[in-house]
Nanobody, 121 residues
């Protein structure tokens, strides 16, 4: 099993920035891809960004050019730099990791507990 713990959420004004981080522990050798999903209020969870073990990235159109995903395999950390934040980015953000065999652009075998991001207008 893999455990994922997020940090870095909070309240920010529109146009501001936040950086989310997630530390993986447990059977980290099983991790192939990593990512971030989010769940806005009263909506379904949606994929935000994923990164493969070779560093290839994938972003949902709504965050392209504003968010950047990165990973440090030596420290088992995946991060999400969020710039030019908008009120519609308000959501609970979940760190995810995918095992080999799960499409890297989905990366949703394991989930963290989530961290709240609130963007005020």
């Amino acid at each position: 099993q893999v455990q994922l713990v997020e940090s870095g959420g909070g309240l920010v004004q529109a146009g501001g920035s936040l950086r989310l981080s997630c530390v993986a522990s447990g059977s980290t050798d099983s991790i192939f891809s990593m990512g971030w999903w989010r769940q806005p209020p009263v909506e379904q969870r949606e994929l935000v960004a994923t990164i493969s073990n070779s560093g290839t990235t994938n972003y949902v159109d709504a965050v392209k050019g504003r968010f950047t995903i990165s990973r440090d395999d030596a420290k088992n950390i995946v991060s999400l730099q969020m710039d030019s934040l908008k009120p519609e980015d308000t959501a609970i953000y979940f760190c995810t990791a995918g095992r080999r065999g799960v499409p890297w652009y989905v990366a949703n075998t394991w989930w963290g507990q989530g961290t709240q991001v609130t963007v005020s207008s």
